[in-house]
């Protein structure tokens, strides 16, 4: 298994673009999530999903468009860049939050510069 | 609201030098609290799960241990390849386990 992939590994904005940060897991997981990493103040949880075509805003949603059309993929899509933007952002899926096993796994991040 | 506090932010210690961190969390409902490592450039790591007060956990030379109101991570005798940043987060049954809080992170140097 691969586990949680994400893509691409570092990336450069201008303020005002569009972009999507990519990830997927082959662990067949329901739950999926989005976080964003700043320094001094943890991971925030940005949108998640607990399925295809389910999905809820986190902590810190605005500017951020997520969808899931498939277990296995679940794309996080800034409309229109800004500085504030500026993060390393985490991709994680676990099999079911309240289940048994409520582990989550995390991709790799995506670090995000925008000018 | 839920939260999470860390402490120490920053933690160095000797090779062999035992310590603990500190997780204070204030939750409605506790459906589990998470620790986690993160080396520099990587994603958090799993590390223990702890669902009720009284519980413990061991890895290695790590060790978990929940209160009503904290967690302790115990480190013993570590070694510099113990050097990460601590994660702890927990769950709460207000949003059915959908939300995980994360505090900000305690950095752990063990120098040889």
């Known amino acids: 298994n691969a586990g949680v992939t994400q893509t691409p590994k570092f990336q450069v904005l201008k303020t005002g673009q569009s972009m999507t940060l990519q990830c997927a897991q082959d662990?067949?997981?329901?739950?999926m999530s989005w976080y964003r990493q700043d320094p001094g103040m943890g991971l925030r949880l940005i949108h998640y999903s607990v399925g295809a075509g389910i999905t809820d805003q986190g902590e810190v949603p605005n500017g951020y468009n997520v969808s899931r059309s498939t277990t296995e993929d679940f794309p996080l899509r800034l409309l229109s860049a800004a500085p504030s933007q500026t993060s390393v952002y985490f991709c994680?899926?676990?099999?079911?939050?309240?289940?048994?096993?409520?582990?989550?796994?995390f991709g790799p991040g995506t670090r995000l510069l925008v000018l | 609201e839920d939260q999470v506090t860390q402490s120490p932010e920053a933690l160095r210690l000797q090779e062999g030098e035992s310590s603990s961190l500190n997780c204070s969390y204030t939750v409605s409902g506790l459906r589990g609290l998470f620790w986690y490592r993160q080396d520099p450039g990587k994603g958090p790591e799993f590390l223990f799960t702890?669902?009720?007060a009284g519980e413990e956990k061991e890895k290695e030379r790590l060790k978990a241990t929940l209160t009503k109101k904290e967690s302790f991570l115990h480190i013993t005798a570590p070694k510099p390849e113990d050097s990460a940043t601590y994660l702890c987060a927990v769950q709460s049954e207000n949003t059915g386990g959908f939300k995980t809080i994360f505090g900000a992170g305690t950095r752990l140097f063990v120098k040889a």
């Open positions: 994680a899926s676990s099999y079911y939050p309240g289940g048994s096993q409520e582990t989550q796994y």
């Open positions: 702890l669902y009720s």
């Open positions: 662990m067949n997981h329901e739950y």
